[in-house]
Structure formats: structure tokens, C-alpha cells
């Protein structure tokens, strides 16, 4: 039981929550199924149990009759233990999915269970049914069984033991059920209504605790981590922006720079998320804020996830600082041994002011004299414990700014990222046309070659792009080699030329390529999603995706945002081909409707469901037993309120009415006093 089911303790028991319930007045005549009926319930007796077929057809058939029809029963799995466990002649309730076989009804592995008409008049309680599995069911240990031991645990068990943990205001305000009644209505209710009114009481208290637990642990930091402090806004700083600022900044950059100045000069520790959508100019706010580190006396270090993008983040602010008095290097997994010497002697030496580089920098041989800040670009790249390391590089921990441009979805946002401050660039800089999105099938190729054609014939670029299909590199190799062959096809040398890059390739090599299209020696880059992240090419103005339904929205719109970045009309076109599954579909439709990095990260969040976006793996918030914070979003917004609330009034949960409050979170933490079943 505990390996199967991860139930350890009595407690455990008590929410492990049923999954339905089983009303058994409510059963349907089996002469009323017709392939309209999905999910039914019906009771008979049963007439006949046989095995059919040999080896991997091998399968259980029972035929189950009440006064109205007939229906099969079948089983494919677990043929002998039904075989010896069923009784020709007996009566059986029994619940399940109908298919229809020769136009014959049947349900493949139903729910049964012995089944005695008259034991159950006048008896309309709901009984819980609980998931099980196959292996304990074969041990005896049923959903039945399980129903029974919690129904003889909540015998046992008083109100005071399973004690309130909500504040009473909460519980008044919202008309919830208290907490021993929601817990035993959710096993044991008496009808619907109160069923769902306690699934809603329990649903509540885990975003409810969830958020207030972030809160908690955001306020503690803010309260106790002391941080360097920058407080002074210096010549670098000043003399940049008034004689080096390429553009205006928009009111948006300059919103969050003004959050992060006063954070950082707080003398917190400053741990913040930079959200922004693909373009909107995340890199200028780093920029910013390292001079103003810089300009503090500290050094500060810009780490991004791919030699590319570090290289590009590199040449750009070199070349943006190459008149003020300031030292920029760069560390990747390929500066050669020499330089590398170089460039940690003088970083430990104070010498170099800003670090632009890839992990590279994480390692162990890298110190900094005084490191005040470190800017994460792409965070979803990064482990949170690659972060980690990064402040012990310091005797105080410096200031993170954690930049991404996958948004994640406000619902997510408050429950699984509520300890970091955050900030939002909402705008994108001016002059910025949408990107115009097709989708178009594979036959429509030889078009969209034309079409790349005139755009490079007005003097753009474009970008292919090939997905990683396989996990074998090779295979993906061989197709991206494909697949540069047919473009090829399409445009040959010396009226094109074309640059390819892919994750086998020597960096050496990456680079030059990516620095040819970069300077505009190439027109069409084709690659795989190693561009995916960061990359700058203004001038290009499409972005071909082939295999397009291979690919998740974020992602999409990540190369999306690859173009764009002009002043010049730009076009995504998505390639896929005829046969696209339902949400294969959905999401080229979304793509095409909107561009909106927040809109799209919603959408992915409900296709794909939180556990899947990115990033949130590993904070383990999103993983609540009955809450989803995709349906429940009204729910989310509402626990937020009053946990706001709450610690507006109260920050530390002194109060004697958040007592109870503060005991349960503090008992959540040193929990399991309660004894073992297993
Ligand atoms: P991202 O947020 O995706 O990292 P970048 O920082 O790469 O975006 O910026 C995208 C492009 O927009 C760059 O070419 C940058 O120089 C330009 N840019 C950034 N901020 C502004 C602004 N305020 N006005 C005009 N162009 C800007
Ligand atoms: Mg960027």
C-alpha cells in the first residue's frame, strides 16, 4: 500500500480522497444503452463467464442481464483472478465506460462489486469509490477496502484532531464547511451539493496555504537577508544614459529599473523576476543595472544559457560601453586556456567590472573580488541550484535579476514564483509591427519559398527552422541535413548564400556561422531551435517553422519573437502537415490569432496543464492533490485577496485569530506524528 499509492499513515488515509461516488440508487436499465451512452451505472445478474481467445487475445467475457437487456463485460487483464472471484448467478453492480463491439454494448474492465437490491432501498447515501490499482486489488486491498478503512478511521477521529487551520473571518466571510466536516463530507457526503461545497472548502485551503506559505517565506527573506547596497546613482550610470541611450526607454524599461533601483538600495537582498515578452528590451534593463552596480563599486555578472546569445550579449554592450571608463569580459566553455587565466586573475584582482558568460561562470575556479550582482538572461535554462552557487561567491549574497521572456501566467506567477519580487515589462519599444502568422501545409512549400524570395529580394533575411525530432542527434542531423538540401534547392549560390547551425556543430564553427547571417553575408539562416533563445537579427523579417505541430506555444512564440525586431513588416509562417491532432491544431490556431506572449502562456498552461510548464517542475507548488490552478482560477484569485489581507494586517501571524493559522503551517513543516499503517 504505501509503495503503491504513497499511503504511509492513518493520516495519509484520511486524504487519499475518493475520485467518485457511487450513488447506488441511481442505476440505469441496461436496455436503455445506445452509442450515445458514455459513462453508466447498471445492475443484473450475472449469466454467463467465459475465456475466449488464446495468448495476447486472451479475455474474459461476462454477460450481465437485468430485466430490461443484456451487456458484456470484459476483461483483458487480470482474466484469473475475475474468473475465480465471479459468480455465474450472482448480482452485480457495475460502472463503467460503454463501447459498442458488432453492435453489441459491452465495458471493458468495469467497476463491479456484489450487488443486493433490497439492502439498499431507502438508502441514498453517496459511497466513496478510491483510486486503487491493479496489484493491490489482486491483494484484496479494493477501493471497497479502502472505503471501509476510512469510514472506521472517521469513527475514531474527533473534531479536534483534524482542527480548523483556516482563520474563522475566512471561514464566515466564504460560508466554507469547517475543516473536519469538509474532509469527512469529501469521503462521506450525503448528497451532491455537499459534496461539492467541501471539494471547494479543500480546494481553497491548498492554494489558500500554498500562497500564504510563499508569502510567508518572500517576507522572511525581505525581513532577514541583508544585501549589498546600491545607493548611489553614479557617473557611469549617468553618463550613460545621457550620452550613450541608443533609444528612448520605455515607460515600461524605466518602471523596472526604477523597482530594481529600489530594491537593490534597500539593503535586501534583491531576488527578482524581469518578465518580459521577446523583444520588449530585457537587455537594456541589464545593462542598466550592472552600471549601477558597477557605479556602487561591485562587480556584476550577465550569464545567459547559450554561447550564442552570450557572444551576442557581449559584442552589443561592448560596443554600447566602448567609450566609458569600464571593463566588459567574456567567459565561455570555449575561451581558450590562456585568455581564461587572464580573465579570472583579473576578475579575483577587481579589475574586470562586468562578466558576460555562459555556466561557465558558475565554476568553482571563478571568484570575484565583489560580486554585487548577478542577471540570469532565459532563466528556464538554469537550475534554481546553478543559482544557488552563485551566491556563495560572495560573503553577502548579491543581488539576483532573473530575466525571462517565456511569461508565466499570473495564475502560476502568485502560487509558484510568490517568493520572488517581480516585474513586468508590458510594452514593447515603439514603431513595432505585429508579426503576421500563416499556417500553412507542406505542399504550399514551393510558395513559401517564393515568398522568402521576394522578402530577401528587398533586402531581409529569414530563418528556417528545423525541430529537434528525435532524441537520437543523429536522426536529427540527417533530417535538419535534409532539410537544408531542399532549401538549397530553392536558392543556390552565389545568387544566396546560406547559414546553418546546429547543436553538433564545433562552437568555433556555430559562431561564424551565426556571425555571417548576424552581418548580413547570409540571407537565410536554417537551424534547429539552438537560436531559439535571445538572438538579435533586426533585419530579419521571416521566420519559417517546419514541422511546426512538432513544437510547444512557448517555444513557437519564442522564434516567433526571433523577427520582428525591426521596423520592417515581418512575417512567422508555421509549416505542418495535413494531419494535425486536436491540439496540434489548437495551438497553430492560437499562434496565428494572437501574439501575445501572456495569452499564449495561458493557453499553454491549459493544453498542457501546470506541470508541464516550464520551470515549475521542480518548485513543487503547482502539485496540489484536488486544486488546478488552470480550473480554479477564480479560486487562486480569491485566496490571494485574503492572504494579502491577512498579512497586511497581521505580517508575522501574531494574532490570536491567526493562531490556529500559524500552528498548522508550523506543524505542516515538522510534520508526521501519526502512526504507520504499512
Ligand atoms: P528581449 O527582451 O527579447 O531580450 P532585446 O533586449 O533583445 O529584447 O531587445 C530587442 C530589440 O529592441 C533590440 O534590438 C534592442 O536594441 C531594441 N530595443 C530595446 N529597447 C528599446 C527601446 N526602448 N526603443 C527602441 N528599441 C529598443
Ligand atoms: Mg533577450
Redesign the pocket.
Known sequence: MRKELSIHSFRDLLFHYPYRHVDKTRVSPIGGVDPTTDIIQVAGKLISLDVVGEKRGKRLIGKLRDQTGMIDLIWFQGVTWFQKNLIVGQSYLVYGKVTFFNSTPQIVHPEIEVWSPDKQEGKSHLEPVYPSTEKLRTRGLSGRQIAKLTEVLFQQVKEKELSENLPESVIQQLKLPSRYLALRQIHFPSNQEEYQRAVHRIKFEEIFMAQMRMNLRRAARHRFSRGVVFDKVGDLFHGFYKNHL?????NA?KRVIREIRADAGSGKQMNRLLQ???????????LLTMLLAVDNGYQACLMAPTEILTKQHFT?ISEQLKDLPVSVALLTGSTKTAARKKILAELEAGEIQILIGTHAVIEDAVKFKSLGIVII?EQHRFGVAQRARLWEKATLPPHVLV?T?TPIPRTLAMTAYGDLDYSI?DEL???RQPVTTVHRLENDRARVMEFIKAEISLGRQAYIIFPLIEESDKLDYENLMRGYDTVKGYFPEPAYWISMVHGKQPAVQKEQNMHRFVTGDTQIMVSTTVIEV?V?V?NASVMVIESAEKFGLSQLHQLR?RVG??ADKSYCVLITSSKLGKDARERMKIMVQTSNGFEIAEKDLELRGPGEIEGTRQSGMVNFRLADIVQDKPIVEVARKFVADILEADPELNSAENLQLKNYLQAQRDKNSWSKIS
Do not use: C, W, Y
Open positions: 541608443p533609444f528612448e526607454l520605455t524599461q518580459g515578452d521577446v523583444g520588449s528590451g530585457k537587455t537594456m534593463v541589464a552589443t538572461d530575466m521572456a515589462i519599444p515603439p514603431g535571445g538579435n533586426p519573437g525586431r525591426g
